[in-house]
């Protein structure tokens, strides 16, 4: 892979946050007074923290086009079905629109793209529909990028813009399989795939030593027998211009980290690159629980090795002390299983394998609840059972067929629980804009990877509510308590309740009623604001004055946002 040139943007030294908060939580059924804190730290620029991230998911095809000119490529010119053939968004896209300010309006803070190596060349007929990998799961070479997304320079492009704006990149990346077999694009070695049996899913070894569907080849990840690279590759960088440095490269690896030449290793060097030469912040890791657990830490510990060189590297580009961030999509795992997967006859604890946090795919479930039943639920298993990991929520993906509101008839509660529930929140793109999840004519998960609905902002509808999760977004960005504090219930009638993060000296503290009185009302702040101390609402914008433990605000909304100026 070729050597890149350093990245530009501002050194700013910041701290590793974790809570420290007392796990109990209050089950107050009335308003009762709450002691004043001693410390009154207040906030306005906090240091970002992984644990309370707003993050946003988006599939680089479909997202936005920022260069017309790559949109075919590589002969993909083949009829497909519907919303299965490249779109058009690519990588330069997504830096239009940080640029743009789109993602800082919307309170975002890490983005997860889907991914953009190379993939297959053709296409293949998955019964949906002749089908190119414009999602990006389908790789063919882990050490380029599709020219479909852009170039390898876009990339840099795009983690030294979000950088520069304050936000983290989470790269998606694939170790588990390459990409279908073609007339163009060859099946891979037998040392380094098997093509049968496909995975059946009743214990572990019928869930990981298989494939996940017929002609998806499953990289063998348990081989630890050193292997040759496919004949394939070498003749294509050959071609390419880049054989020789590319095998430099391989050489200087195996050599500096001792492990052997198997193809999980030879896999780990090329996606490790990425963060040793453009200072990615974490992955999202594809298909966990088809891959053994130590092959996880393995590439954890490579990344973390690969970012602290980058970091060494570039120290004028550094943003802050946060390790490399490793997030795991464990297909079925729910924040309920707390700190296992269950595969029948084995339990696995992912996070004592290198991961940070896992996706939840029991929150759509959840969000069906009431607020104080989902918040008070997290923040009991986060605070004492995860042992300082978290999960990931969200309402809708690029894969769940059922997602918390399919037809788009809770755009407004989808936000206000999604944001407000500790953890990370994963805004899939057009969450926030009503991007509808049925289109007609779609076979399978196409319905759900529409392109984004970048007209339908103009209308008073989208606009009303994208300024619902813009509000709600950037009062999660900007204080950490939200996602990753301690949230403690202070009233049933009016519905409070209070968020508290607290590390070392830093201290962030916030209130908020949800299902309130629209117009005017009184709330009371229990001791964490100051009397006569003026108070923000986020969501209304209007500053008032804490008068008897209490705040009266007149706005027309059900919702405040509580916190210090």
């Known amino acids: 892979m070729k050597r890149r040139t350093k990245l530009l943007y501002t050194?700013?030294?910041?701290?590793?946050?974790?809570?420290?908060?007392?796990?109990?939580?209050?089950?107050?059924?009335?308003?009762?007074?709450?002691?004043?804190?001693?410390?009154?730290?207040?906030?306005?620029?906090?240091?970002?923290?992984?644990?309370?991230?707003?993050?946003?998911?988006?599939?680089t095809d479909r997202f936005n086009n920022g260069n017309p000119d790559n949109d075919i490529t590589l002969n993909r010119t083949k009829e497909t079905g519907l919303l299965r053939g490249f779109e058009g968004g690519d990588i330069q896209g997504i830096i239009n629109k940080i640029e743009d300010g789109y993602f800082s309006d919307l309170g975002i803070n890490a983005i997860w793209f889907s991914p953009v190596q190379e993939q297959i060349h053709d296409s293949v007929d998955e019964g949906t529909g002749s089908t190119y990998g414009f999602h990006g799961y389908w790789t063919k070479d882990w050490t380029n990028i599709d020219p479909n997304f852009g170039t390898h320079e876009d990339l840099k492009k795009l983690v030294t813009t979000a950088h520069k704006h304050g936000i983290r990149i989470l790269m998606d990346?694939?170790?588990?399989?390459?990409?279908?077999?073609?007339?163009?694009?060859?099946?891979?070695?037998?040392?380094?795939?098997?093509?049968?049996?496909?995975?059946?899913?009743?214990?572990?070894?019928?869930?990981?030593?298989?494939?996940?569907?017929?002609?998806?080849?499953?990289?063998k990840s348990e081989s630890n027998e050193t292997v040759e690279l496919p004949q394939f590759l070498i003749d294509k960088w050959k071609k390419e211009g880049r054989l020789k440095q590319e095998l430099a490269e391989l050489d200087t690896f195996f050599e500096t980290s001792g492990l052997v030449r198997a193809p999980k290793n030879y896999i780990i060097k090329w996606l490790t690159d990425y963060v040793r030469e453009l200072g990615i912040d974490g992955f999202r890791v594809d298909t966990v629980k088809h891959v053994e657990e130590d092959v996880w830490k393995s590439l954890e510990e490579q990344c973390q090795i690969a970012f602290k060189t980058w970091k060494e590297?570039?120290?004028?580009?550094?943003?802050?002390?946060?390790?490399?961030?490793?997030?795991?999509e464990l297909y079925g795992y729910g924040i309920g299983g707390k700190r296992f997967y269950d595969f029948g006859d084995r339990k696995v604890d992912y996070f004592a394998h290198g991961f940070d946090n896992l996706i939840n795919f029991q929150f759509k479930y959840d969000a069906t609840k009431?607020?104080?039943?989902?918040?008070?639920?997290?923040?009991?298993?986060?605070?004492k059972e995860l042992g300082g990991k978290t999960v990931m929520n969200y309402v809708s993906s690029h894969d769940d067929g059922a997602p918390f509101d399919k037809l788009r008839e809770k755009t407004f509660e989808s936000g206000t629980k999604l944001l407000l529930t500790p953890g990370i929140s994963q805004i899939y793109y057009g969450d926030e804009t009503g991007r509808s999840l049925t289109i007609p004519g779609t076979e399978g998960d196409a319905t759900l990877r529409s392109n984004m609905n970048w007209k339908d902002?103009?209308?008073?509808?989208?606009?009303?509510?994208?300024?619902h999760w813009k509000k709600l977004g950037n009062f999660r960005k900007n204080h950490p308590a939200i996602g990753a504090g301690f949230h403690k219930?202070?009233?049933?009638?009016?519905?409070?309740?209070?968020?508290?993060?607290?590390?070392?000296?830093?201290?962030?503290?916030?209130?908020?009623?949800?299902?309130?009185?629209?117009?005017?009302?009184?709330?009371?702040?229990?001791g964490l604001f100051k009397e006569g101390e003026i108070v923000n609402d986020a969501y209304s914008g209007q500053k008032v004055k804490v008068v008897g433990n209490a705040i009266e605000i007149d706005s027309p909304f059900t919702i405040v946002l509580l916190e210090h100026i």
Request: glycine letters at 2%; one cysteine or more.
């Open 11 to 59: 050194l700013s030294a910041a701290f590793i946050l974790s809570c420290k908060n007392d796990p109990k939580a209050t089950e107050n059924t009335t308003v009762t007074p709450t002691p004043k804190t001693e410390k009154t730290a207040v906030i306005t620029k906090p240091d970002f923290v992984w644990s309370a991230a707003n993050t946003y998911f988006l599939l």
């Open 173 to 219: 990346v694939v170790l588990n399989h390459t990409g279908p077999v073609t007339d163009t694009d060859k099946v891979w070695p037998e040392s380094w795939v098997r093509t049968t049996p496909q995975c059946t899913y009743k214990d572990y070894e019928t869930a990981v030593t298989c494939t996940l569907v017929k002609n998806l080849p499953d990289v």
């Open 313 to 328: 590297n570039n120290p004028e580009a550094v943003l802050d002390n946060n390790d490399f961030y490793f997030l795991g």
């Open 370 to 383: 009431g607020y104080e039943e989902i918040f008070s639920y997290y923040n009991d298993i986060i605070q």
């Open 457 to 467: 902002i103009a209308t008073p509808e989208t606009s009303a509510l994208l300024e």
């Open 489 to 526: 219930k202070l009233s049933d009638t009016p519905y409070l309740f209070s968020r508290t993060y607290h590390k070392d000296d830093f201290l962030d503290q916030v209130l908020v009623g949800l299902d309130l009185t629209p117009g005017k009302k009184k709330i009371p702040v229990f």
